[in-house]
């Protein structure tokens, strides 16, 4: 039996909403159902849930325009659902914050497999198995506060962003292949294809200053991955 993690869902479409949060509170999960991009800033922010579903394309501002607004003060998991199959969509959704970018129409079970792979990364920083304070660089990062400085200025980094600096710092001077970022990050396994990794080291060069080559934090080691670069 899972724990009872909290999620809203972000939805107009009734039905598909009724049978999301359905199928989710059977797998043990509290669900709040929210119906138009109005209501959801409002309601994420009170709730403070473990993780939020949200479509794109809402009554009133849209899933990215909440995104915005929230991040500011919501840090865990945004799972996005969209029928647009768009990469600048998918990069504004990522640059927002967004953790996982799912294509309609998704099967109940897929859902929930990324559902359940979004909180157990979400979790990780929690452990106390993993180094609770990282130092590379003039970049600092505690786990136990969920805080990341640069040179003492405080970042504002999503989870997935958070978890996947924290793997590059631990593993500082050695290059990280995709595949085990995903694996470490996502808890999936690399398809070939997804750019969703490529794009959050953009958003992660960009939040530490860093967007031109060549880098000083985040280097691209062709045919091996990135590497956080100890010097």
Same mark, same amino acid.
């Given at each position: #039996? =899972? $724990? ?7 939805? &107009? &479409? ?5 049978? #999301?949060? /359905? %199928? *989710?509170? +059977?797998? /043990? ?5 929210? %119906? ?7 309601? =994420? ?5 473990? !993780?939020?579903?949200? @479509?794109?394309? !809402? ?14 003060? %919501? ?36 859902? *929930? ?28 990062? &505690? ?6 400085? !640069? ?8 989870? $997935? +962003? %958070? ?15 995709? @595949? #085990?970022?995903?694996? *470490?990050?996502? /808890?999936?396994?690399? &398809? ?30 062709? $045919?091996? $991955? ?6």
């Amino acid at each position: #039996m =899972i $724990g009872k993690h909290t999620i809203v869902l972000v939805e &107009d &479409d009734l039905e598909l909403n009724q049978m #999301m949060s /359905g %199928f *989710l509170r +059977e797998e /043990g999960y509290l669900v709040t159902s929210v %119906f138009n991009g109005n209501d959801a800033v409002d309601m =994420i922010i009170a709730e403070n849930p473990d !993780l939020v579903i949200l @479509d794109l394309m !809402l009554p009133g501002i849209d899933g990215i325009e909440i995104c915005r607004r929230i991040r500011t003060e %919501f840090i865990n998991p945004i799972v996005m659902l969209t029928a647009k199959d768009d990469d600048l969509v998918e990069v504004a959704s990522l640059q927002q914050g967004v953790d996982n970018y799912l294509n309609k129409p998704i099967r109940p079970h897929v859902l *929930l497999a990324h559902v359940q792979a979004a909180l157990r990364r979400s979790s990780i920083s929690a452990k106390p198995e993993n180094p609770s304070h990282l130092v590379v660089q003039d970049i600092t990062l &505690d786990r136990e506060s969920l805080c990341v400085t !640069l040179r003492e200025a405080l970042l504002d980094l999503t989870s $997935g +962003e %958070f978890e996947l600096l924290a793997v590059l710092m631990e593993n500082a001077g050695v290059p990280v292949s995709r @595949d #085990m970022l995903y694996k *470490l990050t996502r /808890g999936i396994e690399y &398809d070939g294809l997804d750019r969703s990794m490529d794009l959050r080291i953009s958003t992660l060069r960009r939040k530490l200053n860093d967007e031109n080559p060549p880098y000083r934090y985040i280097k691209t080691v062709r $045919g091996k $991955g990135y590497l956080m670069s100890k010097r």
